[in-house]
């Protein structure tokens, strides 16, 4: 029987995988690099956090970003076309969510990093 610490047990089917395994060819670093410069901006960075909270309209994350409506809109736009969020009609509102899991610790992880790096915090292993 394995432990949940045994790395060679297998995942169920319908669990992916978490980390896999990947060959570091120039496509996958390029993509990467594409993926880390829109996450480099303040605002864009500011809207995947609170998509990272869960689906929100345009209205909803120009109130928690406080940023002009236009400005939610183009970077809203630049995400989606990088294919970092989806979006889905309701009604006559756009609700706008994060592409995948693995964006979504992206983010949690560099908002921490970035937390420990200002307040002093020891790092984890």
């Given at each position: 029987m394995?432990?949940?610490?045994?790395?060679?047990?297998?995942?169920?089917p319908e669990q992916p995988s978490v980390v896999h395994d990947v060959e570091a060819s120039p496509a996958l670093l390029e993509?990467?690099?594409?993926?880390?410069r829109m996450l480099a901006e303040p605002?864009?960075?500011h809207l995947l956090?609170?998509?990272a909270e869960g689906p929100k309209t345009v209205t909803e994350l120009v109130a928690a970003t406080k940023a002009p409506r236009t400005a939610v809109s183009q970077h809203l736009a630049k995400l989606r076309l990088s294919?970092?969020?989806d979006t889905r009609k309701n009604g006559q509102s756009v609700i706008?969510?994060?592409?995948?899991g693995h964006l979504l610790r992206l983010i949690r992880e560099t908002i921490n990093h970035a937390d420990h790096r200002l307040t002093g915090e020891p790092s984890h292993a």
């Open positions: 394995s432990s949940p610490l045994d790395h060679t047990a297998t995942a169920a993509t990467a690099a594409g993926t880390l605002t864009r960075l956090l609170q998509l294919e970092l969020v706008y969510s994060l592409h995948d």
